[in-house]
């Protein structure tokens, strides 16, 4: 079964310009996380999806960052524009929603790189 | 005080050691308990989930404690590709909301 899957799974790119992370999380999964992992920071939820509809974003730092979800297979993650510390792992995770388990799958990530 | 808490080590061990992590919560309404593996440069990957009466897998046994607001993880006769980072996750609200709050992990180096 394929897990989630993120893309890309590297990215460099120069201050100011806009970056946007993709995820595809499990199919059948009815809720979608994006996460931001930093040695300083540890992982910090950024935001929660919940059948396509955005649950909680309190963890979204600021306005740079916005998060959608069009469908059930699909979110994007848009830092616009970016700054150097932003620089981090990006992970998207999904779960099954609903009344089933809260375990939580993470994709392999997207290590964002802003100079 | 943070809500999820855990000694960041790091734990070195001599292959065959038995190891031990804690992980403290803050808040006593929390359920759902899970711990993680995260290898270097490689995403969290559930390793087991933690229930009231505990429970073991392999090497591996998860407790909870309640009354003192804290998970465990044990490690027997741990092996060098036990070495990883263990994070521990909390669903601290209660309800239908999904989100695990996570620490910020422990460092296990199991040596030859």
């Known amino acids: 079964d394929a897990g989630v899957i993120q893309s890309p799974r590297h990215e460099v790119t120069e201050m100011g310009q806009e970056v946007t992370l993709r995820c595809k999380p499990i199919s059948g999964h009815n809720s979608l996380f994006w996460y931001r992992q930093t040695m300083m920071r540890g992982l910090e939820l950024l935001i929660y999806?919940?059948?396509?509809?955005?649950?909680?974003d309190s963890g979204m730092p600021e306005d740079r960052f916005s998060a959608k979800m069009p469908n059930a297979s699909f979110s994007t993650l848009k830092i616009q524009p970016s700054e150097p510390r932003d620089s981090a792992v990006y992970f998207c995770?999904?779960?099954?929603?609903?009344?089933?388990?809260?375990?939580?799958?993470f994709g392999p990530g997207t290590r964002l790189t802003v100079t | 005080r943070k809500e999820v808490e855990q000694d960041p080590g790091p734990f070195n061990v001599p292959e065959g050691a038995t190891v031990a992590f804690n992980c403290t919560y803050s808040n006593s309404a929390s359920q759902s308990f899970f711990w993680y593996r995260q290898d270097c440069r490689k995403e969290p990957k559930l390793l087991m989930s933690v229930y009231s009466s505990g429970n073991e897998d392999g090497r591996f046994t998860a407790q909870l404690n309640r009354a003192s607001q804290y998970i465990s993880l044990l490690i027997r006769d741990s092996k060098l590709s036990d070495s990883a980072t263990y994070l521990c996750?909390?669903?601290?609200?209660?309800?239908?909301?999904?989100?695990?709050?996570f620490g910020s992990g422990t460092q296990l180096t199991v040596l030859p």
């Open positions: 999806f919940n059948n396509n509809v955005p649950i909680d």
């Open positions: 996750a909390v669903k601290r609200t209660p309800g239908s909301a999904r989100q695990l709050t």
């Open positions: 995770a999904s779960s099954e929603g609903g009344a089933g388990s809260y375990e939580q799958y």
